[in-house]
């Protein structure tokens, strides 16, 4: 559900980003918001992951 909510919003919020900067004369902005965005949401995920499943450990395969 959340990967498509985010598929869902993502295009609409990266539209709007685009269009204020684009207005505003300087739409490299807008990309290097964008591009820094999508680059910590990496972290944002490893972060959450580790906050969410801390006590993770390797599963051992039985009979082998």
């Known amino acids: 559900m959340a990967g498509s909510l985010g598929g869902l919003f993502f295009p609409i919020v990266v539209g709007a980003l685009l269009d204020t900067y684009k207005a505003q004369g300087d739409i490299t902005i807008g990309y290097n918001y964008l591009f820094l965005l999508c680059g910590s949401a990496y972290l944002l995920a490893w972060l959450c ?15 082998t």
């Open 49 to 63: 992951i580790h906050l969410f499943a801390p006590m993770l450990k390797p599963v051992e395969s039985i009979g």
